[in-house]
């Protein structure tokens, strides 16, 4: 599955190479990911956060505004609710790319910020 996103990044990259920071999921690490970047070596490169440093990682800005925002004030009366909410939320938030980017102006995140 993280092969498929690869997949799908490298073609919506326009030709340009990807730089990825990843953290250490054990996923990010396996041997088969790390054979089809190495095939792949010249369009994309992995960058891997230290252990134990959610304050480097945009993604946990992003998980911390998912909780405090993306239900509302109403709390949902099932998983099915709760998970229509999320993917909603996060529909919005995938049309507001200038929020995503704010994301990475963090002090601890700048670090990621396209060039």
Known sequence: MFIDF?????????GRKVHLVVDGH????AKLVS?????????????FLP???PELNPVELLNQDV???ATGRRRARSA????S??????????????VVARFFTHPH???AAAQ
């Open 80 to 83: 099915t609710e709760l998970s």
């Open 67 to 69: 909780k405090a925002n």
């Open 109 to 111: 995140t700048c670090y």
């Open 35 to 47: 054979a089809w970047v190495g095939r792949h070596a010249d369009r994309i490169e992995l960058y």
């Open 26 to 29: 054990p996923v990010h690490r």
């Open 51 to 53: 252990g134990y440093s």
């Open 6 to 14: 690869l997949g799908r990044l490298l073609r919506d990259s326009g």
């Open 85 to 98: 909410q999320l993917r909603s939320y996060l529909r919005r938030r995938q049309r507001q790319p200038a």
